[in-house]
């Protein structure tokens, strides 16, 4: 019985926990077999230990020229979608205008609409107006993917914040440029931040959308994905490892700058 009554109380937890192991459990598997030596070209089974990945972790050719063009995009993509998505936002949530409520109800589309009707109609829209596709047609066809993930973002943010601060500011004399760099940009801050590291992951590892706009252009997950058909590099999983190390490094450089602001407010 008091093995139960433990197992009671500690459900959540257990639950919780069995959860997130089955979460990074292919991050694992991918970390493990990034240090193996396969001896044919796929590297599926476990044969001996080996650094020689880790030593060269660009000895495939092209791989890390399609992993800096994806980074590139990465990059671009999150700087257009986050400014366009918080003004979006802003406009949604503080003003009113005709069509608000069915801009707000579109906005949501992208999210829901399947990744391959979006790649085809962006592909139909490239074509019908004569475009070159490459990476100017995989940098707008990610913009207009991440946008709505970014107001998304931000919206929830700016309906939660207080107006009586800016209404404060005014009357401390701010004008409204000092109110916005110093009020509501930093409260607003937070959304804005997780709207634009939503928009880095899911530009840098989309494939569908850049499958469709690409044309000869190569992009990482596209050089995985055709790696996959001849073999797969060891070099893949030395590169998937280091971008897990990497998000969970801002994961908890984010926790602790959290925690340090708490405990300074308390």
Known sequence: M??????KRQLVVIAGILT????LLPNVIVTVFSFNRPKGRFNYEWQHFSLDAWKQPCGVA???GSLSLSLQIAV???VGATILGTMIAFAL???RFRARGAVNSLIFLP???PEVVMAASL???FLNMGAQLGVMTILIAHIMFCLSFVVTAVKARVMSMDPRLEEAARDLYAGPVQTFLRVTLPIAAPGIAAGALL????SFDDFIITNFNAGSTVTFPMFVWGSAQRGTPVQINVIGTAMFLVAVLITLFSMLVSNRRNKQKA
């Open 2 to 7: 008091p093995f139960v009554n433990w197992l």
């Open 20 to 23: 997130l192991a089955y979460l």
């Open 62 to 64: 092209d791989m890390c």
């Open 76 to 78: 671009w993509a999150t």
């Open 93 to 95: 949530v503080r003003y």
């Open 111 to 113: 999210m829901a609409m």
């Open 123 to 125: 592909l139909t829209l």
């Open 199 to 202: 928009s880095f992951a899911l």
